[in-house]
C-alpha cells in the first residue's frame, strides 16, 4: 500500500479503538501494526511496534475475552 494509504488504515484502526465500548486485544494488535508499518514508511525500513504490559493485566484481559466468547 502507498505512505498515504497506511496513513489511512492507521486512523481507521485508531477511531475503531476509540469508538468500542469493549476494546479488545484484537483492537490494540491492529493499531500496532498499523503503526509499524507507518514507521516502516517513514523510516524505510521494516518496523515493528511492541507493547509492554503487565502480566497480570494481559492475563485479566485473555479471561474477559474467554468470558464473552
Known amino acids: 500500500m502507498s505512505e498515504i494509504a497506511n ?3 492507521l ?3 485508531a477511531h475503531a ?26 523510516i524505510g525500513d521494516q ?4 507493547l509492554r504490559v ?3 493485566a494481559v492475563e485479566a484481559a485473555i479471561e474477559r475475552e474467554r468470558a464473552t466468547a
Open 7 to 9: 496513513k489511512r488504515a
Open 11 to 13: 486512523l481507521e484502526k
Open 17 to 42: 479503538l476509540v469508538q468500542t465500548n469493549q476494546p479488545t486485544l484484537e483492537h490494540l494488535s491492529a493499531v500496532a501494526d498499523a503503526l509499524a508499518q507507518v514507521a516502516s514508511d517513514l
Open 47 to 50: 518496523c515493528t511496534v511492541h
Open 54 to 56: 503487565r502480566r497480570g
